[in-house]
């Protein structure tokens, strides 16, 4: 099973030079907030009260949270842009609220995503350091292993570089004991790139286009990824190409869906054709 673990992304917020009050800057906040449309009411009503005060994350000196779902969004006023996280917690709820708040969030770190996260149990007796033993690809060379009373994590990769892996196993009696988890964690322009895989062709299939570029070695993590694959394209032009069609998926349908939700359009495919399609 694969799921997303983490997502991190910008959204536009108001600037000016000068500081402002305090109620006006998280007036701001909201708006960025609003933006989301029937997301944010979402993860609201899984929230347990509104909006609290929160440790910011560098270089934001603000941040706020939505308690016990793990949702947080981090703001400075000399900045343009603020940072939305969903992290482990938060995309649990995403998954309990349904597929269609996953790709909608998915949908938003494509163009300005700046962590994603995606992470695969595996049901096997296959210890940690058999993978270690086995290998990945030659190019990547830093690594780490670290053994302790809950469990064995080998680091794959540099922290710093645009993929980063981590292969776990809990030790017993941990519920997950039984399962060998290995995620990828994605920045910046890999994070955009696999978000726009995982938006048309399915988390599965994302995570499959990350593992082969770790080519792993050990037979039983080869099979667990096997498949056809979407190639990661990182190339800025490619995304620049695509935004008109992210527009129309994340601001016109839900805008559209909510007209006919309303009765304001009552006959969907008539409209289309009439108003999009023209003599296409």
Same mark, same amino acid.
């Given at each position: 099973?694969?799921?997303?673990?983490?997502?991190?992304?910008?959204?536009?917020?108001? !600037?000016?030079?000068?500081?402002?009050?305090?109620?006006?800057? *998280?007036?701001?906040?909201?708006?960025?907030?609003?933006?989301?449309?029937?997301? *944010?009411?979402?993860?609201?009503?899984?929230?347990?009260?509104?909006?609290?005060?929160?440790?910011?994350?560098?270089?934001?000196?603000?941040?706020?949270?939505?308690?016990?779902?793990?949702?947080?969004?981090?703001?400075d006023?000399?900045?343009?842009e603020?940072?939305?996280?969903?992290?482990?917690?938060?995309?649990e709820?995403?998954r309990q609220?349904g597929?269609?708040?996953?790709?909608q969030?998915?949908?938003?770190?494509i163009?300005?995503?700046?962590?994603?996260?995606?992470?695969?149990?595996?049901?096997?007796?296959?210890?940690?350091r058999?993978?270690?033993k086995?290998?990945?690809?030659k190019?990547?060379?830093?690594?780490?292993?670290?053994?302790?009373?809950?469990?064995?994590?080998? !680091?794959?990769?540099?922290?710093?570089?645009?993929?980063?892996?981590?292969? !776990?196993? !809990?030790?017993?009696p941990h519920?997950?004991?039984?399962?060998l988890?290995?995620?990828?964690?994605?920045?910046?322009?890999q994070?955009?790139?696999?978000?726009?895989?995982?938006?048309?062709?399915?988390?599965?299939?994302a995570?499959?286009s990350?593992a082969?570029?770790?080519?792993?070695k050990?037979?039983?993590?080869?099979?667990?990824?096997?498949?056809?694959?979407?190639?990661?394209?990182?190339?800025?032009?490619?995304?620049?190409?695509?935004?008109?069609?992210?527009?129309?998926?994340?601001?016109?349908a839900p805008?559209?869906q909510?007209?006919?939700?309303?009765?304001?359009?009552?006959?969907?495919?008539?409209?289309?054709?009439?108003? *999009?399609?023209?003599?296409?």
């Amino acid at each position: 099973m694969t799921i997303l673990d983490w997502c991190a992304f910008t959204r536009p917020i108001q !600037y000016t030079e000068e500081q402002p009050f305090q109620n006006t800057f *998280m007036r701001r906040v909201m708006l960025v907030t609003a933006a989301f449309h029937d997301l *944010m009411p979402a993860v609201m009503q899984h929230a347990a009260k509104d909006l609290v005060h929160t440790t910011p994350q560098r270089p934001y000196r603000q941040a706020w949270a939505c308690p016990n779902v793990g949702w947080h969004i981090n703001a400075d006023w000399k900045r343009k842009e603020a940072l939305i996280v969903f992290n482990g917690s938060a995309c649990e709820m995403l998954r309990q609220i349904g597929p269609a708040a996953i790709r909608q969030v998915l949908l938003l770190a494509i163009e300005t995503g700046t962590r994603l996260d995606l992470a695969t149990d595996i049901e096997t007796a296959l210890s940690v350091r058999a993978v270690e033993k086995a290998g990945w690809a030659k190019k990547i060379r830093s690594t780490s292993f670290i053994s302790s009373q809950t469990g064995d994590t080998l !680091y794959i990769g540099s922290r710093s570089s645009g993929a980063f892996a981590r292969v !776990y196993r !809990y030790a017993d009696p941990h519920p997950r004991h039984a399962l060998l988890r290995i995620e990828h964690e994605m920045k910046k322009e890999q994070a955009r790139s696999v978000a726009q895989i995982a938006a048309v062709h399915g988390i599965e299939t994302a995570q499959r286009s990350v593992a082969a570029k770790f080519s792993y070695k050990h037979p039983e993590i080869k099979e667990a990824f096997e498949g056809d694959v979407e190639r990661i394209v990182t190339e800025r032009h490619e995304r620049t190409l695509a935004k008109t069609e992210i527009w129309l998926m994340t601001q016109a349908a839900p805008a559209f869906q909510r007209l006919v939700a309303e009765g304001v359009i009552d006959d969907p495919a008539a409209w289309v054709k009439k108003h *999009m399609l023209g003599n296409a």
